[in-house]
Nanobody
């Protein structure tokens, strides 16, 4: 049974940094793409960043490129999202997700989801 558990959210001021962590368990994720998504109130869930577990290839949405960095720790089975220069518009619930079939930015392609962690950025 796949489990994804996020942590690291919180309330910060604009310009601050946070690091989100996703603990993945239940199977080997070598062939998976791991993604971070976010959903703000009244908005659709949107892709933030993704990483191919085997190769470490990454991709980002234009809104976070240059500010956020996704990484993974193979030994600990964890995926991280380092968020720098946070803006109020980054406020959302952030979700970790796993796609077993390949690279994707659409939420519908992802098979497994965590429960989410709230990130709030004040002006």
């Amino acid at each position: 049974q796949v489990q994804l558990v996020e942590s690291g959210g919180g309330l910060v001021q604009a310009g601050a940094s946070l690091r989100l962590s996703c603990a993945a368990s239940g199977r080997a994720f070598n062939s998976y793409t791991m993604g971070w998504f976010r959903q703000a109130p009244g908005k659709e869930r949107e892709f933030v960043a993704g990483i191919r577990w085997s190769s470490g290839t990454t991709g980002y949405s234009d809104s976070v490129k240059g500010r956020f960095t996704i990484s993974r720790d193979n030994a600990r089975n964890r995926v991280y999202l380092q968020m720098n220069s946070l803006k109020p518009e980054d406020t959302a619930v952030y979700y970790c997700a796993a796609d077993q079939w390949g690279w994707a930015v659409s939420a519908t392609r992802y098979d497994f989801w965590g429960q989410g962690t709230q990130v709030t950025v004040s002006a």
